[in-house]
């Protein structure tokens, strides 16, 4: 119950700095704490920028660590009250400060890439009748089937209120700003409860408002799109159009212009990146000619190597190479604006025991290598 560990990481757009957040258990708490720290990406001694503020921890730490495009701004969850909300503090130091006043909390969230907004996901405020059921304790919960959709919002950070854009109908699971900052890219599925999660469809939204378009048009897991630096293409993750629980979760690549839904069998439309390889994690290049991918399972990790964990890197001409090979598991890549700087977690995997037995905690790594 000692043991700390490192729950996210995040560079800075101009590689100098390396946000990341602290975690440990709390017997007397009952929770995970969570605090957050600045590094110089070339080492020294860490800042440690919370106190006050808690950090998102339920069930575990998932902070979302994100950086405003001029790298002055520091984001990530925390609580105002009981309701997650997006907080940012100024990277030269202060309090943080909440972004947002989601009456639901919110779960997930993106910059827009002028830094002038947010999109966040976060649900419709209950029925009056719901309000009034729950006063009374008469409301009765059925499993998986009163679940209220998470919506895309989008708040202007200089005043107003927030504005859903995503029709009711959608539970939205993930999101990603254009780089133009004109439209919304999410996944999102038609059905509540867990399973909605291997039914998903990835759409595009003007954020203006209007009617989402169809991207990815076919059944299973099609989530966490994210649009190449240049904008023309959307790297996702998908089980390519397989409903099952256990299907492989691959790193999937659609072209980004308005055209025919892509289905099953559209080669032209559709390609996997990595074949008969997991993928769990990944971010693009800033050239927009390869993405860095964390392989929960790939050709590499078998025989005595089955426990490490490299992170690949993926060239849409197909070409493929490991990342910092060697016995680490490794995780969260982030890259500097220029692709000069990565950064990302590592853990040994034969000493975990050891590492664990003297309350040490897995390491920030970076590498200096171009990755364009």
């Known amino acids: 119950m000692g043991l700390r560990s490192i729950s996210d990481v995040r560079i800075s757009p101009d590689g100098r700095q390396v946000a990341y957040v602290v975690s440990r258990p709390s017997l007397e708490k009952d929770e995970h704490e969570a605090v957050l720290y600045l590094v110089a990406s070339g080492g020294g001694t860490p800042e440690r920028l919370t106190y006050g503020t808690r950090l998102f921890n339920k069930p575990r730490p998932a902070p979302h660590l994100r950086w405003s495009a001029d790298g002055s701004r520091l984001s990530f969850l925390a609580f105002a009250g009981d309701l997650p909300q997006v907080f940012a503090l100024d990277a030269r130091g202060g ?188 971010t693009w290049a800033p050239d927009s000619a390869s993405l860095v991918a964390v392989p929960n399972e790939s050709p590499s990790q078998r025989g005595a190597h089955m426990f490490e964990q490299p992170l690949l890197r993926l060239w849409l001409d197909g070409r493929r190479a490991e990342l910092a090979p060697g016995p680490l598991v490794r995780y969260s890549p982030s890259l500097s604006r220029d692709g000069r700087r990565l950064a990302f977690r590592a853990g040994h995997t034969a000493t975990a025991a050891s590492v664990a037995n003297r309350n040490a905690f897995a390491g920030i790594c970076r590498l200096n290598s171009t990755v364009s």
């Open 95 to 282: 309090e943080a400060r909440a972004l947002t006043a989601s009456p639901q909390g919110v779960s997930d969230y993106a910059w827009s890439p002028d830094g002038t907004r947010l999109a966040y996901l976060a649900p419709e405020a209950p029925s009056a009748e719901e309000e009034r059921r729950r006063k009374d304790k008469s409301f009765v919960i059925e499993v998986d089937q009163q679940d209220r959709p998470a919506r895309v919002w989008v708040q202007d950070l200089a005043g107003g209120a927030a504005r859903a854009i995503s029709p009711p109908e959608h539970f939205v699971s993930a999101l990603d700003w254009s780089p133009d900052g004109a439209t919304i890219a999410y996944a999102a599925s038609a059905r509540p409860g867990y399973v909605n999660q291997f039914h998903t469809r990835l759409y595009a939204l003007p954020v203006s408002g209007g009617e989402p378009r169809v991207i990815v048009d076919r059944d299973g897991m099609n989530t966490a799109p994210q649009y190449s630096p240049d904008g023309h293409w959307i790297a996702f993750i998908s089980t390519a159009g397989r409903p099952e629980m256990v299907s492989t979760w691959g790193l999937h690549l659609v072209p980004a212009a308005p055209a025919a839904p892509a289905v099953i069998g559209d080669p032209q439309r559709i390609r996997n990146l990595a074949e008969d390889t997991w993928v769990a994690e990944f």
